[in-house]
């Protein structure tokens, strides 16, 4: 029997009188991308925080790698081999790429030091492309090059899970491409991928999978081709 690296179960999550997420259930198997969908509103970027531990489950079970880990903290599952990127950039803008990226390699369980961090930080950086804007303050950086730093600090804590929300929002064409392609790169790399996307170009390129939310719930799961095609996905993007 294979397990899954992620298995999301009947999760829920309320805020007051409002069901964000309403009883969620996917897995996401070992090297697969899957995208999380949905119209606005419909809570992919709750499911996300559920998952990350950003936020705590009204109701559910959540497990990594066989382990449960709904209920513990942002840190603890961050250690556990889960990372993730925010829908809005959160780089830390006086500080350099680089020591933006060593920030991120601290908070996992075996963190590196001195010159081998600075290494480690470099060749991540490389991997993004940052490599020769690696001594600007991240705050200089462009909006592409924000994201990629943000992607390089999130793989510094050497993550077996990625989840990316809208990392490929907001790029023009050229720049998509880049992004796609680097996530391909991650994806031959065997990095399992959740990413919460709008870019359909992306979606098509990047998604083995994908699962499709509608108020709160699931609407469709399965091959993107077929998600993709299927009539009542088709009507909830239909006016978009
Ligand atoms: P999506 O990512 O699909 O756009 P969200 O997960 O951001 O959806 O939001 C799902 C629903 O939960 C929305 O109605 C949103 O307004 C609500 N919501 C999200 N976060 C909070 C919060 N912290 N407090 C109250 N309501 C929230």
Same mark, same amino acid.
């Given at each position: 029997? =294979?397990?899954?690296? @992620? ?14 997420? *309403?009883?969620?259930?996917?897995? +996401?198997?070992?090297?697969?991308? %899957? ?14 925080n559920l998952v990350s531990g950003a936020l705590a489950a009204?109701?559910?079970?959540i497990?990594f !790698?066989?382990r449960r880990i709904d209920g513990q903290a942002p840190h603890h599952i961050a250690r556990a081999?889960v990372?993730r =990127? ?7 803008? *006086?500080? =350099? ?8 390699? /601290?908070f996992r369980t075996?963190?590196?030091? *001195? ?23 991240? *705050?200089? &950086? =462009? ?14 804590l ?6 990316? !929300?809208?990392?490929?929002?907001? @790029? ?13 790169? &991650?994806?031959? !790399?065997?990095?399992?991928? +959740? %990413? +919460? ?7 098509? /390129? &990047? #998604?083995?999978? #994908? ?5 709160? %719930?699931? %609407? ?6 077929? +998600?993709?095609?299927?009539? /009542? ?8």
């Amino acid at each position: 029997m =294979t397990t899954a690296l @992620l298995e999301v179960e009947d999760l829920q999550k309320s805020f007051g009188g409002l069901r964000a997420v *309403g009883g969620l259930s996917f897995s +996401v198997q070992r090297g697969e991308v %899957l995208g999380l969908l949905g119209p606005n509103g419909s809570g992919k970027t709750t499911a996300l925080n559920l998952v990350s531990g950003a936020l705590a489950a009204s109701g559910g079970r959540i497990h990594f !790698d066989g382990r449960r880990i709904d209920g513990q903290a942002p840190h603890h599952i961050a250690r556990a081999g889960v990372a993730r =990127t925010f829908q809005l950039v959160r780089v830390l803008p *006086g500080m =350099t790429a680089l020591d933006n990226v060593q920030v991120g390699m /601290a908070f996992r369980t075996a963190p590196a030091f *001195g010159a081998a961090a600075r290494d480690e930080a470099m060749a991540l950086l490389e991997r993004v492309g940052l490599a020769p804007r690696a001594q600007l303050p991240a *705050g200089e &950086l =462009t909006y592409i090059d924000q994201k990629r730093l943000e992607l390089a600090r999130a793989l510094a804590l050497r993550p077996r899970l990625l989840l990316l !929300d809208e990392w490929l929002a907001g @790029l023009n064409p050229t720049e998509l491409r880049q992004g796609i392609g680097l996530i391909e790169a &991650l994806r031959r !790399d065997g990095l399992t991928i +959740v %990413l +919460v996307e709008h870019v359909m170009e992306a979606v098509r /390129a &990047l #998604c083995d999978r #994908c699962v499709v939310m509608s108020a709160g %719930l699931r %609407l469709a799961v399965g091959r993107t081709a077929e +998600v993709l095609a299927d009539p /009542a996905v088709v009507d909830v993007y239909l006016g978009r």
